[in-house]
């Protein structure tokens, strides 16, 4: 009797067992490339699976790629892995995210959150921010808004009519470009003049050192003639080397576009920026959200909330001085 009981109770265990434990889960990362802004939005939403119970190695397997800014290779990647049995796809950045609405848009056997990307609506992703996604991609987009951008900058520099922005020939800069130009359209904005200067992309993790060399006679050029450059929203300006540049042949003032840009000294005077650690962990949110077996159409696409920061020692050294008002907005974003 007793071995009996004994041998029902082993049985039980085992079969607790089998129904209690669930295969891993896993998730394929598609980084545009290595470096800003994609390793801190990535690094971000792996703290935080690991905080709400998915660790790699125990209870999910994470495959990461790098496109090295190619669409092709970007392509051939999602290609190879397509039948691995991956639950999610994590898309960092507008090249790789291209790549991924021509592989599997509305494919429903594949779902996606998207970081990093300039325009997701542009690239046809979602059908808008902010409203019940339409297809099976979700997540957050990179910038702010252009008139939480021109705000900042008017209300830094009151007197600065003529903005110089100097972009590489990539879709997200053509939709930033109209963007600005419906921005300006409104009565807030009408006295600000945009100067734009196109330089051809380069493709590759060292693309970015080219296209420094090949935006300096722009700057040199448009020194003399506007108040304040804008970084801009491309891979190019999410570089140091584009900062360096305006810096190396210019006085004038630069609005930039991340963190880095002011809080590490790489040339920025001021700027409204996202901070990609957050967005890397909203994402995470929103994954453990779909791993969880919630359906995606109940999770959001949205945009980053904005941060105000200031470069004082790069200010001073060109004279710039701020209104009350914009040292309280950058609080203790100010950096020496």
């Known amino acids: 009797m007793k071995k009996s009981i004994l041998f029902g109770l082993i049985i039980s265990i085992l079969l607790c067992g089998m129904v209690s434990a669930e295969p891993a889960k896993k998730l394929l990362i598609l980084d545009s490339q290595g470096g800003e802004p994609y390793d801190p939005a990535r690094i971000a939403m792996i703290q935080e699976l690991e905080t709400q119970g998915f660790v790699a190695g125990r209870n999910i397997e994470i495959n990461r790629f790098n496109a090295q800014n190619r669409e092709g290779l970007a392509k051939r990647i999602l290609m190879d892995e397509a039948d691995k049995g991956y639950d999610l796809f994590f898309i960092n950045g507008t090249v790789a995210n291209k790549s991924a609405y021509k592989f599997g848009y509305n494919n429903p056997k594949y779902k996606f959150v998207f970081c990093s990307i300039t325009d997701p609506v542009g690239v046809g992703l979602v059908d808008k921010l902010n409203a019940p996604t339409n297809s099976n991609f979700t997540g957050i987009s990179y910038p702010v808004s252009v008139e939480t951008r021109l705000r900042f900058l008017k209300e830094a520099l009151p007197d600065a009519k003529k903005v110089g922005l100097i972009y590489a020939d990539m879709p997200q800069s053509h939709s930033y470009i109209v963007w600005l130009k419906e921005a300006l359209k409104k009565p807030e904005f009408n006295d600000l003049e945009i100067i734009y200067r196109e330089i051809t992309f380069v493709e590759g993790d060292k693309g970015h050192l080219r296209m420094a060399k090949l935006a300096k006679s722009h700057v040199i050029e448009l020194d003399a003639v506007v108040d ?88 001073k050294a060109i004279g710039l001085k701020y209104p009350e008002s914009v040292l309280k907005k950058a609080g203790q974003n100010i950096f020496y």
């Open 228 to 315: 304040v450059f804008l970084t801009p929203s491309d891979q190019f300006g999410t570089k140091k080397s584009f900062a360096q540049v305006v810096s190396d042949n210019s006085n004038k003032p630069l609005m930039g576009l991340s963190e880095k840009e002011i809080k590490e000294n790489w040339g920025a005077h001021f700027g409204v920026y996202m901070v990609q650690s957050l967005s890397g962990k909203q994402a995470g949110k929103m994954i453990v959200r779909l791993l969880k077996g919630e359906s995606i159409k109940t999770i959001i696409p949205t945009n980053p909330s904005g941060e105000y920061g200031i470069n004082m020692k790069r200010s």
